[in-house]
């Protein structure tokens, strides 16, 4: 069976948003139209904690977007975003969520950032994604949301590695693209034998 993943459609990822992708917005009514399509529908939210060790303000001396070391490998320092709680971490109100079978929060332990819908960023900690999947015979996932290049493209990779078949719907996605972090994933997903394809073709 299949499912739909709805990844970070959340407002401080759309325009206006605390770190908002270009467009974000735009791909909602596809995303909204494919949801017509899936019995299972699963959506993930980025929920951090205030203070959390992915926002460049709790590092003294850096900005936003600088790279860190972290116990768990290279970490991206973002602005603060998606603090739990807040309408920034809302999903977008036109983003239809009525047919959500499962709610993946991630991100929300202070010191371990989580991009993938299936591990953490330490690849040790697993969300359940996997678990829930096994349980209800689906094999398929369809990924959407923001952004291409960080969770959705964890997501993709990770999936692969769990043994799912992995599809990102091209025209559901949106990247934030630092330095070629955009053309660095598709190539990345293609390698590892993620398949794309159009909405119209789900
Ligand atoms: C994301 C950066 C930080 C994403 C989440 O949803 O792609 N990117 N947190
Ligand atoms: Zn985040």
């Known amino acids: 069976m299949r499912a739909l993943v709805i990844i970070d459609v959340q407002n401080d990822f759309c ?77 977008h109100n036109e983003l239809i969520t009525v047919k959500a079978q499962m709610v993946i929060r991630k991100g929300f332990r202070k010191e371990l950032d989580s991009y993938s819908a299936f591990y953490e960023n330490d690849h040790i900690r697993r969300t359940g994604l996997s678990g829930y999947l096994r349980d209800n015979d689906i094999d398929t996932l369809y990924l959407t949301g923001l952004a291409t290049d960080f969770c959705v493209k964890w997501s993709a990779l990770d999936g692969i590695r769990e043994g799912f078949s992995i599809y990102v719907v091209e025209d559901a996605v949106k990247a934030i693209d630092l330095n070629g972090s955009l053309a660095a994933a598709w190539k990345e997903m293609d390698e590892a034998g993620v398949t794309f394809i159009r909405a119209s073709d789900v």
């Not at 203070?51 to 116990?71: C, E, I, L, N, R």
């Not at 768990?72 to 320092?77: E, K, T």
């Open 15 to 91: 325009p206006g948003g605390a770190l908002a992708v270009q467009d974000g917005d735009t791909i909602i009514p596809v995303i909204n139209q494919l949801s017509e399509k899936f019995d299972h529908i699963i959506f993930t939210q980025d929920w951090h904690p205030a203070g959390h060790s992915s926002f460049a303000s709790v590092h003294p001396g850096k900005t936003a977007y600088d790279v860190v070391q972290m116990s768990y490998g290279n970490q991206v320092l973002w602005p603060d975003h998606c603090v739990q709680g807040t309408y920034g971490a809302v999903f």
